[in-house]
């Protein structure tokens, strides 16, 4: 039986397959927290691992007692700030603006969200954004007015007319052949170095969702 709060951490990424710099990152700390972890952790990061893992029996994480993860069955009800749509669309085939009528997003599988103030979940297809986001994790997004800012430099996800696409956005000096610049077009590019990036015209643009968090081997309700 693990005997610290530290040791029953690690029991637990190595249960949900994520690694310990992945933790920190998430949990909005440097890569060796958890190493460097003593036996005590503060109560903002606490809240911190709850959003992260719902499933997760607390008594268990601080107490030791109890199993690692609470059936469906037992868990607490899950405040509908929570609770999202899974939309029946990958990334990289379809798009998203066929999705937005009401009738369909109740038809859709619904997730919990580590976080609140989320308007989907989306399922990521690929390796171009690998290691942040690895293929068959489920991304949490929220849209943006990209007429109004786009945070340059983020993860993404790009609804367009040939798709969608979960890229990191930057501006773009890409001319059209009129020879002009200007914001015609973004440039999206890829975690994965083997793929080169992308000019993508914002004519061909439905909407831009900002990537709030992402998890893998998430289970549906």
């Known amino acids: 039986m693990s005997d610290t709060i530290k040791s029953r951490l690690i029991e637990l990424l190595k249960v949900k397959r994520m690694t310990q710099t992945e933790f920190a990152r998430r949990l909005g700390a440097s890569p060796t927290y ?88 989306i399922r990521v297809m690929g390796n171009s954004m690998e290691p942040e986001f690895q293929s068959g994790s489920i991304i949490f997004i929220k849209k943006i007015n990209e007429k109004a800012f786009i945070p340059w430099g983020n993860p993404m996800v790009i609804d367009t007319e040939n798709g969608v696409l979960v890229k990191l956005v930057y501006p773009s000096d890409y001319k059209r052949e009129s020879g002009e610049y200007g914001n015609e077009y973004i440039e999206a590019r890829s975690y994965n170095p083997a793929y080169p990036p992308i000019q993508i015209p914002t004519d061909s643009i439905y909407g831009i969702y900002r990537v709030i968090t992402g998890i893998r081997n998430y289970s549906t309700l």
């Open 34 to 121: 958890l190493g460097a972890m003593r036996k005590a952790m503060p109560m903002d990061k606490l809240r911190k691992v709850y959003e992260m893992f719902p499933d997760l029996n607390q008594d268990w994480l601080l107490y030791g007692e109890g199993e690692m993860l609470m059936d469906k069955d037992t868990l607490p009800e899950l405040s509908k700030d929570y609770v999202v749509p899974l939309l029946p669309v990958d990334a990289y085939a379809g798009n998203l603006q066929m999705w937005n009528e009401g009738v369909q997003l109740r038809d859709c599988d619904k997730v919990v969200s580590p976080v609140p103030g989320v308007d989907f979940g």
